[in-house]
């Protein structure tokens, strides 16, 4: 008993030394987003509702209820810190090495090479793969249910009970609802009564322990059908490959998996579908490889049943993943697939080596070295595969160094370089991902929002296109084209666009967002309002959309809702700041009104702040509102006289405004005085109004004298759009006219 805890024990300790080090990763852009930290659901952590969803949703075409439970705890637990959920998975997958453990030790009662294949199975390189990616917790937590599903089993035909067998067909449901993967455990079951449990002497016996498991082969049958319903689990489109591609890359699957397991180097994630299917050289030569391994362990039955039933549990549990059944379009075979699969291979092979060694002298010495060999080697090689799991950047860095033409290690790149603000190197790995793969629609769709990013719209256009002529239901190229479309001044074109995206997916924020943009560009107030509500509704923290919303209501006339609106944007907690940005917004697209709205309001909030003040008086100028202009400007003095600026904008009003009852030209002459006297004389704009004042007053001979100042000064600062307006004024002013103008 005490070996028995010290083997656990070491096992425990083995699996936290290789993968502890997850702990202090990070998601990754490889279903983590979609699974976890960006599915909204699953963030909120576990409710009733969220158990129904679980039950009645898909995971990544995945129907993984008990998996997505796990997530929701974790995220109820750990919040979105990764550390928390990798951690979980380390914890489940050395619970899985103690059961494996244990189940082997009931089955066998041999303590030693139990110990060793759970040892191998806990540390070797290719179950990185599992543990340190949080979007396969689906293994880990399949393999907890697969692991006691056996020791239930075997404790059953041991002491058979109806109890017994329902925890068999208990804990088989729930690693179902794990993973379906699991759904080989009947025939694993049938395997282990040939051996070890030996149950099998006759066909008649072997036919009564098939009957014996038709409830589990109903659930195995039952979920096989449902999974292949799942949508976009089974690739049935142009992305299929053919019949003699899928069982020519299946074939040679499973001798890399042989070969992974003996020699695993060179892992990584994916790996991608030869361009043209495996050579036909390569496929015979992994079919004799295969026969040949086959027709050796048939033959060796009798004497070594442990190779029988180890190779065939190998071969079944991987046949539902090894492509025949094609469910990838771009991997040809993955580590984690082998989590469970690989068992069979340990098991075969230690009991093997085991037996053959019976008559060795210091056997025990040579094979207890051997163990502790492979143990540390497997220890070493797992814990640095692990650590290319710490983030996206190694994670594909790594699959581009051990893989060639991996279009999707080259986009997740990309995405990475975009969001870190490199986006020549990010276009650089679209447009690699696209020369691999000419139909990849994401990759295409990204390379089309780089090219709008720098302005390159048109060549966006062409991407986006692309990407709708392979794939038309591609609702965000849709929407990304309507934006591409409406930065060129195609605004009708980009409303098709916003409304095909819609009748793709109605609930897409973003293409509720871009329509209602569109319609306010075309002045299409009230239904550019009910569009922006809609992207609102479906996500209540759309900035841009509320703020777009509160520019629809205002000027669709409905203020007071506006105010309340725009009121909410967080991008900005200072109410003032945050007005007096929405009014330079509304200013910069000279929407005047609305920039008045905003600029009064912010006024409202702080009647002292010159700066509002200020464009307020600017944008009351720019719409023709003189008077409001001026007494603007004046405010702003009041409050800050060093504002030169503005006193010579008043200036400037004040002498040649068109309305006379405004006008005052000794006011102008005072404030201009004083600006210019201010700028020590230099400033051309200036001296400028100062003559505009002058003339106002009747000193035409100063006005033209300051003028010409001015237009010196222009000159010598290469000002040529100032120095024509000084010229045509110069002119009025020889001719005694005062000046007068007036806001275009």
């Not at 009564?193 to 589990?216: A, C, M, T």
């Not at 040949?292 to 993943?321: D, E, H, N, Q």
Request: aromatic share 10%; with cysteine.
């Amino acid at each position: 008993m005490w070996q028995v805890v010290c083997v656990c024990a070491f096992l425990v300790f083995a699996v936290l030394a290789v993968f502890g080090q997850t702990a202090h990763f990070k998601f990754v852009n490889y279903d983590d987003d979609q699974n976890v930290f960006e599915n909204p659901m699953v963030e909120k952590g576990l409710s009733v509702q969220a158990v129904g969803w679980a039950f009645t949703h898909t995971q990544v075409s995945n129907w993984i209820p008990l998996t997505t439970l796990s997530h929701m705890l974790d995220c109820q637990l750990f919040g979105l810190h990764a550390g928390g959920h990798h951690l979980v998975n380390v914890l489940w997958h050395a619970a899985n090495a103690v059961l494996l453990f244990l189940v082997l030790r009931q089955m066998t009662g041999s303590l030693w090479r139990s110990a060793f294949v759970a040892a191998v199975f806990a540390v070797h390189p290719l179950r990185a793969e599992s543990v340190a990616w949080v979007s396969e917790r689906k293994d880990v937590l399949s393999g907890f249910f697969f692991m006691l599903a056996i020791g239930a089993y075997v404790r059953h035909v041991r002491k058979p009970s109806c109890a017994g067998y329902v925890a068999v067909v208990l804990m088989f449901a729930l690693g179902l609802m794990a993973k379906s993967m699991v759904a080989t455990l009947p025939f694993v079951l049938l395997l282990l009564d040939y051996w070890p449990l030996g149950r099998w002497h006759n066909g008649q016996q072997f036919s009564r322990l098939v009957r014996e498991k038709i409830p589990l082969f109903a659930f195995s049958a039952g979920v096989c059908v449902a999974t292949a319903l799942v949508p976009g689990l089974v690739i049935t489109d142009a992305h299929r490959l053919t019949l003699m591609q899928r069982i020519g890359n299946a074939l040679v699957s499973y001798v890399v998996y042989l070969r992974q397991m003996i020699y695993p180097t060179g892992l990584a994630n994916p790996y991608p579908n030869a361009l043209n299917g495996q050579s036909l050289w390569t496929v015979w030569l992994a079919l004799c490889l295969l026969v040949l391994i086959s027709a050796g362990v048939v033959m060796g039955r009798k004497t070594r049943p442990c190779l029988l039933t180890g190779w065939l549990w190998y071969l079944g549990m991987l046949f539902p993943v090894i492509g025949i059944i094609q469910i990838s379009e771009f991997a040809a075979h993955a580590d984690r697939y082998t989590y469970l699969p690989g068992i069979g291979l340990a098991l075969a092979g230690t009991w093997a080596v085991a037996d053959w060694s019976a008559g060795w002298k210091y056997r025990a010495e040579i094979l207890g070295g051997l163990m502790m060999t492979v143990i540390s080697a497997s220890s070493v090689c797992a814990h640095v595969q692990t650590s290319y799991w710490r983030n996206s950047e190694t994670l594909w860095t790594r699959a581009l160094a051990c893989t060639s033409n991996n279009h999707v290690a080259h986009y997740n790149l990309g995405i990475i370089l975009l969001e870190r603000g490199e986006q020549e190197n990010a276009t650089s790995e679209f447009r690699k991902a696209v020369a691999v793969k000419p139909d990849y629609v994401a990759a295409l769709n990204n390379l089309g929002g780089n090219l709008a990013a720098k302005g390159a719209n048109a060549d966006a256009i062409v991407q986006y296109r692309k990407a709708l002529e392979i794939d038309s239901n591609y609702f965000i190229a849709h929407c990304n084209l309507g934006q591409a479309l409406a930065a060129q001044g195609h605004l009708d074109e980009a409303i098709v666009q916003y409304r095909k995206a819609l009748e793709i997916k109605p609930d897409y924020a973003n293409a509720h967002y871009g329509l209602g943009t569109a319609l306010y560009a075309k002045k299409q107030w009230g239904e550019s309002i009910v569009q922006l509500r809609r992207a609102l509704a479906i996500r209540p923290d759309f900035t841009e959309a509320r703020r777009n919303l509160g520019k629809a209501l205002l000027r669709n006339g409905d203020f007071d809702e506006a105010i309340a609106c725009l009121e909410k944007i967080t991008t900005i907690s200072d109410p003032l700041a945050r007005w007096n940005n929405l009014g330079h917004d509304f200013l910069q697209e000279n929407n005047l009104e609305e920039a008045i709205a905003c600029y009064r309001q912010a006024t409202t909030i702080d009647p002292r702040s010159a700066d509002a003040r200020a464009y307020l008086g600017l944008a009351s100028f720019k719409n023709g509102q003189i008077k409001q202009a001026i007494d603007s400007w004046q405010q702003t003095l009041e409050i800050e006289p060093a504002l030169n600026n503005i006193r010579n904008n008043l200036a400037w009003l004040l002498a040649t405004t068109p309305d006379a009852s405004l006008r005052n030209g000794a006011k102008a002459t005072t404030e201009a005085e004083e600006a210019n006297q201010l700028s020590g004389g230099a400033d051309p704009m200036i001296l400028r109004t100062l003559a505009a004042a002058y003339a106002e007053t009747g000193r035409y001979r100063d006005a033209t004298a300051t003028a010409r100042r001015a237009l010196e000064l222009a000159a010598t600062q290469n000002n040529n759009i100032l120095t024509s307006k000084l010229q045509k004024e110069i002119k009025l002013y020889e001719a005694d006219t005062p000046m007068r103008d007036a806001p275009q």
